[in-house]
Nanobody, 123 residues
């Protein structure tokens, strides 16, 4: 089992950057594929990015390609989401998630979730 705690959210102006972190407990962090999802008010939770246990393969939602980068440091039990060129439509609560096995792009494939961190982008 793994516990996840996100941090790094906040208020930023359009065009700005933020780096989200997700710290995981447990000694088997390197066994988990990790992902970021987001949920805006009144909208469904949507996939943002995912990374394999080794960090060797990543996948992104079309709307973030070229702006966001997911990475992980297994020695620190942490996964990151670097977000650049943020826009007001990126405003949401961002969640990290973990699963045993390969990366997936659907929320129901993930077994463990953090509590979320709020990202607000002003215009």
């Amino acid at each position: 089992q793994v516990q996840l705690v996100e941090s790094g959210g906040g208020l930023v102006q359009a065009g700005g950057s933020l780096r989200l972190s997700c710290a995981a407990s447990g000694r088997t962090f390197s066994s988990y594929a990790m992902a970021w999802f987001r949920q805006a008010p009144g909208k469904e939770r949507e996939f943002v990015a995912a990374i394999t246990w080794s960090g060797g393969s990543t996948v992104y939602a079309d709307f973030v390609k070229g702006r966001f980068t997911i990475s992980r440091d297994n020695a620190k039990n942490t996964v990151y989401l670097q977000m650049n060129s943020l826009q007001p439509e990126d405003t949401a609560v961002y969640y990290c998630a973990a699963r045993i096995g390969d990366k997936r792009t659907v929320w129901y494939a993930y077994d463990y979730w953090g509590q979320g961190t709020q990202v607000t982008v002003s215009s």
